[in-house]
């Protein structure tokens, strides 16, 4: 197959997302596909990150009408290349887009409660999503989506006419090295996040380290700025995978997203929850996994409420202290893999291209 695969990312090289739809990319190469990425961005950055170069289109924006500009070279490129399908990470709708469902298949991916989260600020962005978010779905030929509670927020009229499928996040174990078990005279947590996404639950972490003040806390990715951090706590701003591979290989266990309620979710299969998984670490958990429907003794889930930690300190203490010096084994995470989710993506495309031809559409 020809894939054009169509991003709008504009966070770091060394963001979960950016490393997923690397892995992605690759897989379907690896596979016999031809691969183009098609990256709207504002991170120039993002033209020297780790992919190969054939595959990777980036069109950068500034300020003002740029952002239109790109899309419409996006839009341009990819009609040149001529793909199968079109697999587009769904995000706000932009007028040259029009031409992409006219011409080719287009499958998308849907990686959250967008109607919510692109409205936590009510914002120039919120109102035009809702006035043309039913675009997106207009033409599109299927979905795949990372939790199946994602398609209760799917129009109806779409889901009774077009294919879906979940398949949740994926994470190539290969990259990541199995740490050895620490041996820590008292537990260590590590919390990898984002700036600016208050459904990770970082105020959470500082809830925890306050009632745990003998533990220790090493917090990735948000400044913290606005918090009052308690001294068992170490904030470390932004860091690289290299960078902060030792604080993994030190920590008991891994703090995952806690705060999913304040988009209205309550099952997902984040990224870091992998990442932290293919290190070896247990992790506390306030969703259900999309992965791990039945549970996972190696994942502490908590009702997914505002005060789901402060009412089960008790359990993440029990939880805590039985994982001290212990990791989970890779064995029991293999379906995880980059290799075997891939490959039921590409199965989903082929099926949706397959019946577009058998019915002369």
Partial sequence: MRIAYLVHWSESAESGVWKKIVSQTRSWADTGNDVRVFLVTRRLELQDAKAEPSWLKVFPYGAGHSRLLAWQAAVRAIADFRPDVVYWRMD???PPLARVYTEFPVILEINTNDVVEFCLRKNFRCWYHRITRVLSFWGARGAVLVSNELKEYLPRKFVASRPTITIGNSIALGEFPELPAPSNPRPRLVFL???????????????????????HFDIIGPKLELFSVPSNVVVHGFLSRDAYLSLMAKADVGIGTLALHRKRMNEASPLKTREYLAYGLPVIIGYRDSDFPSGAPFLLELPNH?????????????????????????????????SVKEQQRLEFMRAVIQAMRRWGR
């Fill in 306 to 338: 505002e005060a789901n930690v402060n009412e089960h300190l008790s359990n993440i203490e029990k939880f805590v202290l039985s994982w001290m010096g212990k990791r989970v084994p890779r064995h029991l995470i293999a379906h995880l893999d980059t």
């Fill in 193 to 215: 996040g984002s700036e600016g996404h208050p459904w990770h639950g970082v105020d959470k972490v500082l809830i925890l380290a306050k009632a745990f003040p003998e533990w």
């Fill in 92 to 94: 706000v709708f932009y």
